[in-house]
């Protein structure tokens, strides 16, 4: 059965704004930092989305800013009402992720949208298309900051989709780092370069919603295959002009072509999801253009990443934290659940855990910084189920009186990181090493009873009628929260 | 003159001046094609009116210096191998 999403973004608008979470803008708007100046703010500011309706030198095209940097944004994407909790959107992509895959389904390329309009040789010119100049000192400008890269693994069945940053460098040539560690990077590095053959690759800008969350989800599933269990049926996907590669045929825009092996071209800086721009200019994955495909009248995705909080931050935060629950339950860890705060920059993660048993916390930090998920965040904040995972205020609590400077801090210096990382030094930066650090804010469990500090709260020190009778008179005292 | 930018990897003291070098230069014509980066073998001067070519210059993590310098371009690079 299929659940309530939307097939495009050009729905998803629409649902947008019929809850009053995105502004029409009407104005002509410049590529050349404007635009991302407006969504740079309207992410700082938690504003509701851009649809912008003119673009200076691009009449045939439009842009959608910011389109899921919020959590009310990402309830719409679900079909769910905007106002609902973050506990509630979780429970539903878990819900939905939980099950049989589902294969997307190929359609004819006459009944794609993204076929509406072709390029090819000449004519596939990345300079026609609106590519913002995203931030002032940034590398150069990036064309896909909402969108995924299609990618087959050389001898299997094996692809991805996954959010690697791509700059235009010239008309033919884009560039992004591709980190070793990435699933892409496996591919590429250890199958495509020492065979020194070119991958083949499709960029899908401006996805509908749900294939946007999955590509960013570090699922262990296809991601083609987690978007039909998002949807609830299969996502439709049609073939590439150059390539067997197969890429969603609602997308706005798609880029298709080769990555080079053992070629490397200057890339960066960037301003990036930890609100810097850190990794400095380097040579970085060269991929070479051969057409581009797109809806008429297309409407370009762009996301800035900045200081929280951009829908990068907001995503990687909501998914990552979500597996990672998801896996630590496979272990048979008791956790009361898993949630990684966007505005960490999805580097710290709350674990709620019943301690039943003594250095839970740390075997919690070993195998969460010992996954597939671990590069991407170095502090894992642990506490008991008396603390509420989603309540900033209660964890700042938490790692305040529970944790002991001496005794429950752990570090572990060697970890893998990403050259992202801002604290890092440039040493750390260059291999992508990074220490991580878990705070356990549980007590021990060899303290006897009598020792045990007792929280003192509403909830937790009054007898439960009392709490009925406040709660039921609370209006009737004069309180109108 | 044409205005052009580029990106160094070391402290702006450093550069070179008058020396050839190979680097990736920034097209900053305004227009579609703004932007357009492209390897070049160019000299530099911290006058900025020794060579004909204005070069503004940026830092590694896209920090301007505010003063332009000149550039003489000297040949274009086309660092990816031909029929890629």
Redesign the interface.
């Known amino acids: 059965m299929a659940y309530k999403y939307y097939k495009d973004n050009r729905a998803y608008i629409e649902a947008l704004k019929k809850t009053g979470d995105l502004v029409v803008v009407n104005d002509e708007v410049d590529w050349?930092l404007e635009m991302g100046a407006i969504v740079r703010r309207m992410c700082e500011r938690k504003s509701p989305a851009a649809h912008f309706k003119k673009i200076k030198?691009?009449p045939d095209f439009e842009a959608l800013g910011a389109p899921m940097a919020t959590h009310r944004r990402l309830a719409i994407a679900f079909g769910l009402d905007p106002a609902t909790p973050i506990p509630q959107i979780s429970a539903e992509y878990l819900k939905r992720t939980t099950g049989s895959p589902v294969k997307p389904k190929i359609i004819d390329r006459k009944d794609a949208p993204c076929k509406e309009i072709v390029w090819s040789g000449e004519d596939a010119n990345l300079?026609?298309l609106p590519a913002p100049?995203v931030?002032?000192?940034?590398?150069?400008?990036y064309i896909c900051t909402w969108h995924f890269v299609v990618a087959k693994d050389y001898d299997t069945d094996f692809v991805n989709w996954g959010m690697y940053r791509q700059m235009?460098?010239?008309?033919k040539?884009m560039v992004g780092p591709v980190l070793a560690f990435s699933d892409m990077g496996k591919m590429f590095y250890n199958k495509y370069v020492p065979r020194n053959l070119?991958m083949p690759f499709a960029t899908v800008i401006s996805p509908d919603p749900l294939s946007a969350i999955a590509s960013s989800a570090p699922s262990p599933l296809p991601e083609a295959e987690f978007t039909g269990m998002l949807m609830g049926e299969p996502v439709e996907v049609v073939k590439c002009e150059t390539c067997d590669l197969y890429v969603p045929a609602h997308a706005e825009i798609i880029i298709e072509g080769?990555v080079?092996p053992n070629?490397m071209?200057?890339e960066s800086?960037f301003g990036e999801y930890t609100g810097y721009?850190?990794s400095?200019?380097e040579k970085r994955t060269?991929y070479?253009v051969k057409a581009i495909t797109m809806r008429k009248k297309s409407i370009l995705a762009v996301s800035n990443m900045g200081v929280p909080t951009d829908e990068g931050q907001l995503l990687r935060s909501f998914s990552l934290g979500l597996e990672m629950e998801r896996m630590l339950k496979d272990q048979g860890i008791p956790v009361t659940g898993v949630y990684m705060l966007p505005e960490s920059t999805h580097h710290l993660v709350v674990v709620g855990v019943k301690p039943i048993y003594a250095n839970i916390a740390t075997q919690i930090g070993q195998l969460v910084f010992g996954s597939k998920l671990g590069p991407w965040f170095h502090l894992v904040v642990v506490v008991d189920d008396t603390t509420d995972i989603y309540n900033k205020d209660e964890i700042i609590h938490a790692l305040s009186t529970k944790c002991n400077p001496a005794t429950g801090i752990r570090i572990t210096e060697h970890g893998v990181g990403t050259p992202l990382n801002p604290f890092v030094s440039p040493e750390q930066r260059k291999y992508g090493a990074a220490p991580k650090v878990i705070f356990d804010c549980t007590f021990p469990l060899n303290w006897p009873a009598s020792e045990l500090p007792v929280k003192v709260a509403f909830n937790s020190v009054y007898p439960k009628e009392i709490q009925e009778k406040v709660l039921s008179k609370w209006n009737q005292y004069g309180f109108k929260d | 003159m044409a205005a052009y930018d580029t990106f160094i990897a070391k402290e702006f003291k450093d550069v070179q001046e008058d020396e050839e070098m190979l680097t990736v230069i920034r097209d900053l014509t305004p227009g579609k094609a703004k932007y357009r980066s492209t390897y070049a073998k160019i000299r530099v001067s911290k006058d900025p009116k020794k060579y004909p070519e204005t070069l503004w210059v940026r830092l590694g993590r896209g920090q301007l210096i505010e003063t332009p310098c000149s550039m003489q371009i000297m040949e274009f690079v086309d660092v990816i191998p031909k029929g890629m």
Do not use: Q, S
């Open positions: 050349d030198d691009y300079f026609n100049m931030h002032d000192g940034d590398g150069g400008r235009a460098f010239d008309e040539t070119p080769v080079l070629v071209i200057d800086p721009r850190t400095p200019r060269v070479r």
